[in-house]
């Protein structure tokens, strides 16, 4: 059976994934100062936190078009294809994995399978790695790679320190609206992914005291155990902190997995320059 992986923009994945032939990216778009933007074709992170500063009205994400979606999806059928996974940001984020799921029964010439990773970045870019890997097996079935990442996805966990709240705040992606008062008490709330939403989780008075209450809890208070996982340490525009966090990490556990990488434009317009994350997800193969 052959089978296509489509994600999105916001996934990060490692290079070698990158080459795979059947991996199928659509970008999300941008809206500057009502000028439009594709992540990852014409805005990246390079310069994008200069530009988010210098604009006069702050940023909005979209949806990519479901029009040229399902575009692809019959380009994918032409080609051959059996079936597609698509595996996209979390539906607390965005509504795009949702409206996949009212219309892609709307083509019959190829299966299409929408998948909600109720996260972003790095472990759903592990989603989709495991899925590319799956895939290179004539003999699996789309049903098998799904219940794959099924568990995946239910002990995949994601953490956040935002270094402003305004962000999240008023692109409307922070779910309870106590979090507010983190910017009156000049607070760094660690905020988490909760059943694909952004909660605030814990309230923390300094951003070294929050990165190592994080630490602690992605290395000892989670499901997935730490042997058994893939670590990202993701930035916005602060690599510097990032490496800390990392190497923090690995002193605490030598043996783990951990990668190091970038929220894109996207989910950095939503949170802000200089936020730190930490995503935790069972390596699956």
Avoid: W
């Amino acid at each position: 059976m052959k089978i296509a992986i489509v994600t999105d923009s916001t996934a990060f994945l490692r290079d070698d994934f990158k080459q795979y032939e059947n991996l199928f990216i659509i970008p999300v778009p941008l809206i500057i100062d009502d000028k439009v933007y594709q992540e990852g074709i014409d805005i990246t992170t390079d310069g994008f936190y200069d530009t988010l500063k210098q604009a006069e009205e702050f940023p909005k994400t979209s949806q990519p078009v479901i029009g040229e979606v399902l575009e692809l999806y019959n380009k994918l059928a032409e080609e051959g294809y059996d079936a597609v996974i698509s595996i996209h940001l979390s539906s607390g984020i965005s509504g795009f994995v949702t409206n996949l799921n009212s219309l892609s029964n709307q083509i019959d010439t190829i299966q299409i399978f929408p998948f909600d990773s109720l996260i972003t970045s790095g472990p759903m870019g592990k989603m989709v790695e495991v899925a590319l890997e799956m895939s290179q097996n004539p003999d699996v079935t789309p049903e098998e790679i799904l219940a794959r990442l099924d568990v995946m996805r239910e002990k995949v966990e994601g953490y956040i320190v935002v270094d402003d709240l305004n962000h999240l705040v008023r692109g409307g992606r922070l779910r309870n609206g106590q979090a507010i008062i983190g910017t009156l008490l000049k607070i760094k709330p660690i905020l988490k992914f909760q059943d694909g939403d952004i909660i605030l989780s814990e309230k923390i008075r300094s951003q070294k005291k929050a990165l190592s209450r994080l630490e602690d809890i992605v290395l000892t208070e989670i499901p997935s155990q730490p042997k058994d996982s893939t670590f990202y340490v993701i930035h916005c525009n602060n690599e510097e902190t990032a490496k800390k966090v990392r190497d923090d990490l690995l002193k605490k556990d030598p043996t783990i997995d951990v990668h190091l990488c970038e929220f894109g434009p996207v989910i950095g317009t939503h949170l802000g320059d200089k936020s730190i994350g930490i995503g935790v997800i069972p390596k699956g193969l």
